[in-house]
């Protein structure tokens, strides 16, 4: 009989612990395999990311691993409320019958465990294994009920939702983490659902034109498209808080100057963002200031030219994909000229920084 380990859950993402836990009950137990089994729905859950975006991720973290295979028994159910784990249980046991299941389980579980559905039936045709996760106790009384096996194994502190949250990939496997950079798909969720649509859709499209504009230059495109993507963030979480604490020196600026500060802060503590030049694109990417980095340069460019302003940027585009420093300038001139004739306030400390620097030390 052959021994299979199976592990379900949303795995939105999947993170390493999810594997560790997985392999360590494999030798324990001495089983031959291990079955990851993602749900279409999360029963007691906020509803996960797409199915088929979290078996993208499962395929990635597993693709180097031996003796794991992924089941989509669940998200392939024609159940609009999802399946029950008495179901998948009932349908391997039919279609297997050749294999004996461990259903391995967290210590967090252990107090919703008699409300499954079924849980005494389902007891019966696998055996379930509980392991320990921090802050949550085991419950001697439910082990004894059920007749769990208990899996020495201290997990970390890690789950799915403070990778989600706070987007810190710093415990999920490589490939899903390149994946999740490359793609930056929870940095976008939690982006639209912070700042109102149109400014998310003017976040997109700038991240796009300065990624063209980067690959123009043989610049880091990804980091491009992140610092654009991100560079309004503080545009409707401007607020005296953060201003007071962290940015005091500069709340006598005019009002709509503060987003690029408060973007910076959030950016950082929120989007977990710590790559200094993308930070610094983010601070000067409405005022400008003076000896900006390439990246600061192409988001101040990206943030005003990108054709959703309202105006014909599209000649300032196309001299940027073969003149970007040429194209830098002309906007600049541009924008200066455009504030002043509309009597727009532009006094501030960087933006004549930025002028003096780029347009009146060049006319000497």
């Known amino acids: 009989m052959e021994k299979i380990i199976i592990l379900g859950g949303s795995f939105d993402p999947i993170h390493n612990e999810h594997i560790n836990i997985a392999l360590y009950s494999k030798e324990f137990l001495k089983a031959d395999k291990i079955l990851f089994i993602p749900a279409r729905l999360s029963r007691w859950k906020d509803a996960p990311s797409s199915p088929k975006f979290r078996l993208k991720l499962l395929r990635y973290a597993i693709k180097d691993i031996p003796d794991i295979e992924i089941s989509t028994v669940e998200i392939n159910g024609k159940k609009k409320d999802g399946n029950y784990t008495y179901n998948t249980l009932r349908y391997l046991k039919q279609t297997s ?62 789950s799915s939702s403070q990778v989600r949250d706070n987007l810190d990939y710093s415990n999920i496997p490589l490939n899903v983490k390149n994946y999740l950079l490359r793609t930056n798909y929870y940095l976008k969720k939690l982006l639209k659902q912070n700042i109102k649509e149109e400014r998310y859709k003017h976040s997109i499209r700038v991240a796009l034109l300065a990624k063209r504009i980067a690959k123009s ?30 940015y005091k020196e500069f709340m006598y600026l005019p009002h709509p100057v503060w987003h690029q500060f408060t973007g910076t802060y959030i950016a950082e503590n929120i989007y977990n963002v710590k790559d200094k030049e993308i930070l610094d694109s983010i601070t000067y990417h409405t005022t400008g200031n003076k000896e900006m980095s390439l990246l600061a340069k192409i988001i101040y460019f990206a943030d005003k030219a990108e054709e959703g302003r309202g105006y014909n940027s599209q000649p300032f585009i196309d001299l940027a994909l073969k003149n970007f420093d040429e194209a830098f300038i002309l906007l600049l001139k ?30 000497k």
């Open 97 to 158: 019958k050749e294999r004996e299941y461990y259903f391995l389980i967290g210590s967090d579980k252990l107090e919703r465990l008699p409300d499954w559905y079924k849980i005494d039936e389902l007891n019966k045709i696998c055996q379930f294994v509980v392991f320990n996760r921090p802050n949550y106790p085991l419950i001697p009384a439910v082990i004894a009920k059920y007749n769990l096996l208990v899996v020495d194994y201290k997990a970390q502190d890690v």
């Open 217 to 246: 230059l043989h610049y880091n495109q990804d980091k491009a498209y992140l610092a654009g993507l991100i560079h309004d963030c503080g545009k409707n979480q401007i607020t005296d808080k953060i201003m007071l604490e962290h």
């Open 334 to 363: 541009d924008n200066y000229e455009y504030l002043k004739s509309h009597k727009i306030n532009n006094s501030n400390i960087f933006s004549q920084a930025c002028y003096t620097y780029y347009l009146k030390e060049r006319e």
